[in-house]
């Protein structure tokens, strides 16, 4: 099957830096990318959809300043966690949009990041 | 706003045990996706449905889509301890901007 790939799986950074986490289709174009985060045992939360060459679409209550989005190519997508604080420690995941039948989402490993 | 409501939302059951997971929806979904996600990693892609009462079987686990493409289910027959995990359903609609809508997900424990 299709294959997203994330990087880097963890990382930890120090408060007020910034963190970039990237996402790529492996074996097919993704148009559409999307970051989500999510908490221990919870569902996926929808950050923000990415679209190539295109601006992001952010979810409500989500900062656009805060979690910068870049969709470079259909192939890559990233999100900067800028300044980041301890309360952005979470578990980040991407997911792409295999574009055709049954519009199938393939989600990458997931990011987890600390910030101490 | 497509809404889909998973239940049971936590399930815990000995080995050999059958379960159910719910996901309904008073929207038509044009697709929907099953997958299970266990903890530190991101979702694995189970089955995509796309017809109204389409079944597909994987191994001892046998999803459905309803005739009306609102809502679907995933049976587990004998459930076995590696069947642990998170099960989330997700849905969209037709249309250049598929945005999946997913359920709150069903935390599935199978206790040797």
């Known amino acids: 099957g299709a294959v997203v790939s994330q990087h880097p799986s963890w990382v930890i950074c120090k408060s007020g830096t910034s963190v970039k986490i990237e996402c790529r289709s492996l074996?097919?174009?993704?148009?559409?990318m999307f970051w989500y985060r999510q908490f221990p045992k919870q569902s996926l939360m929808l950050m923000a959809t990415?679209?190539?060459?295109?601006?992001?679409?952010?979810e409500q209550g989500v900062e656009k300043d805060k979690f910068l989005i870049n969709h470079a190519s259909l192939t890559l997508s990233t999100l900067t966690v800028t300044s980041a604080h301890p309360e952005d420690s979470s578990f980040y995941i991407c997911?792409?949009?295999?574009?055709?039948?049954?519009?199938?989402?393939?989600f990458g490993e997931g990011s987890w990041l600390t910030v101490v | 706003t497509q809404l889909l409501e998973q239940s049971p939302q936590f399930l815990s059951i000995q080995e050999g045990e059958n379960l159910t997971v719910y996901c309904n929806s008073s929207?038509?979904?044009?697709?929907l996706q099953w997958y299970r996600q266990e903890p530190g990693e991101g979702p694995v892609l189970l089955v995509t449905?796309?017809?109204?009462?389409e079944v597909k079987k994987l191994k001892r686990l046998t999803f459905q889509f309803g005739d009306a493409r609102k809502d679907s289910s995933l049976h587990i027959t004998a459930a076995q301890p590696g069947d642990t995990g998170l099960y989330l359903c997700?849905?969209?609609?037709?249309?250049?901007?598929?945005?999946?809508?997913f359920g709150r997900g069903t935390s599935l424990i199978v206790h040797p």
């Open positions: 997911s792409a949009r295999e574009m055709g039948f049954g519009n199938t989402i393939y």
């Open positions: 074996d097919f174009q993704a148009t559409t």
């Open positions: 990415s679209n190539e060459g295109s601006k992001a679409t952010y």
């Open positions: 929207s038509v979904f044009s697709s």
């Open positions: 449905v796309v017809t109204g009462g």
């Open positions: 997700a849905g969209g609609s037709a249309g250049g901007s598929y945005i999946p809508t």
